[in-house]
């Protein structure tokens, strides 16, 4: 079973500046979950899917931040404009039913805002 | 008082020795436990999950859940060198944000386990 695919690896970008990262999460998997994981912290979720609508965005900064899920399989979290504490590594997780059960992340985009 | 709470570590233990790893949780509607580990550079990797009071054993690994007092632990026996790595907690329950619920996570305990 492929993994969770996330893009890019790295990226570095300048204060105010926007970026966008990518997840294709696990084939059939219905849910799909954004965390933002900061040097030294656990991860916070950003957003979370279910096929593509959102079941919980209360923790996203919508005044900067944007995520979709078109049709219901990949999906792409945008910053505009970037913050230096918008640095760290942003973790896309999919799982087929929801939190009830652990659920598998994939690599991250580690993020530094300079 | 947050969610999920750690002892942050480090927490250093010999090779072949027992480590105990402990997590206190904040809301008593928590339903289901998670234990995960993260290598340095790494995203984390699910390797321990409780949904009930008591013990759950997995090989080297052993999750206990006691939800009176709120309290979830992960030991590791016969641990090895690779098992150095942050250990985070995660805790689901309802949330009123959320109708399938969500995961919090603790801020992890960092584990050396020296030869």
């Known amino acids: 079973e492929a993994g969770v695919a996330q893009s890019p690896r790295y990226k570095i970008i300048e204060k105010r500046q926007s970026v966008a990262f990518w997840c294709n999460p696990i084939?059939?998997?219905?849910?799909l979950y954004w965390y933002q994981q900061i040097l030294g912290q656990g991860p916070k979720l950003l957003i979370q899917?279910?096929?593509?609508?959102?079941?919980?965005d209360s923790q996203l900064p919508k005044d900067r931040f944007s995520a979709e899920r078109l049709k219901g399989v990949d999906s792409t979290l945008k910053i505009q404009p970037a913050k230096l504490e918008d640095s760290a590594v942003y973790l896309c997780?999919?799982?087929?039913?929801?939190?009830?059960?652990?659920?598998?992340f994939g690599s991250g985009t580690r993020l530094t805002v300079v | 008082q947050k969610e999920v709470e750690q002892n942050s570590g480090p927490l250093s233990v010999p090779e072949g020795a027992i480590a105990s790893l402990n997590c206190t949780y904040s809301d008593r509607v928590s339903q289901s436990f998670f234990w995960y580990r993260q290598y340095s550079g790494k995203s984390p990797e699910l390797i321990m999950s409780?949904?009930?009071?008591g013990d759950k054993e997995d090989g080297r690994f052993t999750a206990q859940l006691n939800k009176a007092s709120q309290y979830v632990s992960l030991l590791i026996r016969d641990s090895q060198p690779s098992d150095s790595a942050t250990y985070l907690c995660?805790?689901?329950?309802?949330?009123?944000?959320?109708?399938?619920?969500?995961?919090?996570f603790g801020r992890g305990t960092q584990l050396t386990v020296w030869p």
């Open positions: 997780a999919s799982s087929l039913v929801g939190t009830g059960v652990g659920y598998t």
């Open positions: 084939s059939g998997h219905a849910t």
């Open positions: 409780i949904y009930s009071n």
């Open positions: 899917f279910q096929n593509n609508g959102v079941v919980d």
């Open positions: 995660a805790v689901n329950r309802p949330d009123r944000g959320s109708t399938l619920g969500r995961l919090y």
